[in-house]
């Protein structure tokens, strides 16, 4: 090596141990500071995040991770069939790789095979050391994006308080996080909910609970934000964005020492009403708010056409405690027929039954192209993500047209610990939902990529740019929602909304503590 590449490695090494971690492009020195050919380990090194075997998005941000092998230094080699090859250089195992070249090289080669191939230096007894080769792993690269933008909350995993608690957007091209809304911004309050119209931003819903300034729907539309003096649960866009549907549930969280998980969330009494954009209006009707069923997670399909909705019976009186029988209570999951142009309900019909599956069946969402249809079932009950025994399930839509018959299948992205809270991409392509899967824990976002017959491929967690962020990050990330673009209203806009009076108060046509329709005239439903 002579004068000058020696002061040159002298270079590069001292950035390496400042940053962990070296891209190295271009430079002939590699070739003398790395070796060409190494003695094979006969496997694959131990990394995390794992994204071996996985389809990823063509415009994901780089999914650097961690090698987990003993060893002085690391050499990882990205290439493909296009492009020029990505050379990373570390001493400590993360494996940082830049985003620029990263792009380029998915960019030249959608629907083709990523390779990574991965080099430890260990010493030897004798003080010398060698570099050794691990078995190459592999990804594959969809031709279909992933839409730019995901929405979540993030929350501390508290029992019967909440703080520090808020709604983010992350640009999934990189490693960007902004905040939406945080409890913060009017008096600690809690922001539980965020939905919106069609993977836009321009119309979405953001509910809040504030003892000081009410509980209410913050509603944007084209960059204005409204506060609506109602209590929004979940809730589902109609596909034209003129009507919003959305649960009303009087939910309680308790503990028991039953399982793993102490914790346990039921409805004592819920319903599903609508509220009308333009007449500002809140509606129900008889099938949807039945005095003796439990109504709740309201999802429209997307040609607007049928309500879909979890259904269970309400065998309890005293809407104030826990009944005896709560591990007994299951959904079903019923869609109700619906005419947009008259404002109009029609037939109800059972999709899957509690009863029939063993199980309770639970969030409904529909793929933007109307084919498949994800939900969660688990063992009893309304929330998902405290059970274990939580997994994914699909149905083919397009199939159940032609044989009469709701015919559902089990994900193999499931794991044993807890699948939950799940959202479509505008090309019903990808998936993201929450998963307990690392540690049993905490909640995070995982992406699946579903091809054209409905298969879910290997799942993987959202890539961050400290891979190792997971391991300490004592917060669950939540409702995962992939959307088009950044929401465009401001934090302050969206918290001055918040603190405000409500715009408009609907009067709620249900009476009492007890979900039941209240009769209405027909001329007035149509208006």
């Keep these: 090596m002579d004068?000058?590449?020696r002061h040159l490695f002298i270079v590069l090494a001292a950035a390496a141990l400042l940053t962990g971690s070296l891209c190295l492009r271009g430079f002939h020195l590699l070739e003398v500071v790395l070796p060409n050919s190494a003695p094979a380990v006969g496997r694959a090194a131990k990394v995390h995040?794992?994204?071996?075997?996985?389809?990823?998005?063509p415009n994901i941000a780089p999914l650097n991770f961690v090698v987990e092998e003993g060893g002085s230094r690391y050499f990882v080699?990205?290439?493909?069939?296009?492009?020029?090859?990505?050379?990373?250089?570390?001493?400590?195992?993360?494996?940082?790789?830049p985003e620029k070249p990263w792009h380029e090289l998915l960019a030249a080669n959608r629907g083709k095979r990523l390779v990574f191939e991965l080099f430890v230096q260990t010493d030897n007894k004798d003080g010398g050391r060698q570099w050794q080769r691990f078995d190459a792993v592999r990804c594959t690269i969809a031709n279909e994006e992933i839409d730019n933008y995901l929405v979540y909350r993030r929350i501390h995993p508290v029992h019967a308080v909440h703080r520090e608690m808020g709604i983010y957007q992350r640009d999934l091209e990189g490693f960007g996080e902004s905040t939406v809304l945080t409890g913060g911004y009017f008096d600690e309050g809690c922001v539980n909910c965020h939905t919106?119209?069609?993977?836009?931003?321009d119309r979405m819903?953001?509910?809040t609970r504030t003892e000081k300034y009410t509980s209410a729907a913050i509603l944007v539309e084209d960059g204005t934000a409204r506060k609506v003096g109602a209590t929004f649960g979940y809730s589902s866009w109609h596909p034209s964005g003129k009507i919003l549907t959305y649960s009303m549930n009087k939910v309680v969280l308790f503990h028991h020492s039953a399982s793993d998980e102490s914790r346990d969330v039921m409805d004592l009494?819920?319903?599903?009403?609508?509220?009308?954009?333009?007449?500002?209006?809140?509606?129900?009707a008889p099938d949807l708010a039945r005095k003796d069923r439990l109504e709740t997670y309201p999802m429209w399909s997307p040609d607007g056409r049928f309500l879909y909705f979890c259904s269970a019976p309400l065998t309890w009186t005293d809407r104030t405690t826990i009944p005896p029988?709560?591990?007994?209570?299951?959904?079903?999951?019923?869609?109700?027929?619906?005419?947009?142009?008259?404002?109009e309900w029609g037939a109800m019909e059972t999709v899957v039954s509690a009863k029939?599956?063993?199980?309770?069946?639970?969030?409904?969402?529909?793929?933007?192209?109307?084919?498949?249809?994800?939900?969660?079932?688990?063992?009893?009950?309304?929330?998902?993500?405290?059970?274990?025994?939580?997994d994914l399930y699909m149905i083919d839509l397009e199939a159940a047209k032609q044989t009469g018959r709701f015919e559902y299948r089990r994900l193999d992205i499931n794991s044993d610990e807890s699948e939950s809270w799940h959202s479509w991409s505008s090309n019903s392509r990808w998936i993201a939902f929450s998963s307990k899967r690392q540690d049993g824990l905490f909640t995070r976002t995982y992406l699946s990529y579903v091809d054209s017959e409905g298969t879910a491929h290997k799942a993987f967690v959202l890539p961050q740019q400290d891979p190792t962020c997971y391991d300490s990050l004592l917060e669950t990330y939540s409702v995962p929602e992939l959307v088009k673009g950044p929401v465009t209203a401001s934090k302050s806009r969206l918290a001055r909304a918040a603190r405000a009076e409500p715009s408009v108060t609907p009067e709620i046509p249900i009476t009492g503590a007890s979900p039941k329709a209240a009769p209405l005239d027909p001329q007035q439903e149509r208006e």
């Design 49 to 57: 995040p794992d994204y071996s075997d996985t389809v990823i998005p």
């Design 77 to 97: 080699r990205i290439r493909a069939d296009q492009g020029r090859i990505i050379k990373v250089l570390s001493r400590t195992g993360v494996i940082t790789i």
């Design 325 to 343: 029988e709560y591990k007994e209570v299951r959904y079903d999951l019923m869609r109700i027929a619906y005419d947009p142009d008259r404002d």
């Design 356 to 390: 029939d599956a063993g199980r309770t069946v639970l969030l409904p969402r529909i793929s933007p192209d109307g084919r498949w249809l994800l939900f969660c079932m688990c063992e009893y009950g309304c929330f998902p993500v405290y059970q274990r025994s939580s």
């Design 205 to 207: 819903l953001i509910s």
């Design 269 to 284: 009494d819920s319903l599903i009403a609508y509220y009308v954009v333009g007449s500002q209006t809140i509606k129900t």
């Design 196 to 201: 919106f119209c069609n993977n836009r931003t």
């Design 3 to 5: 004068k000058y590449n």
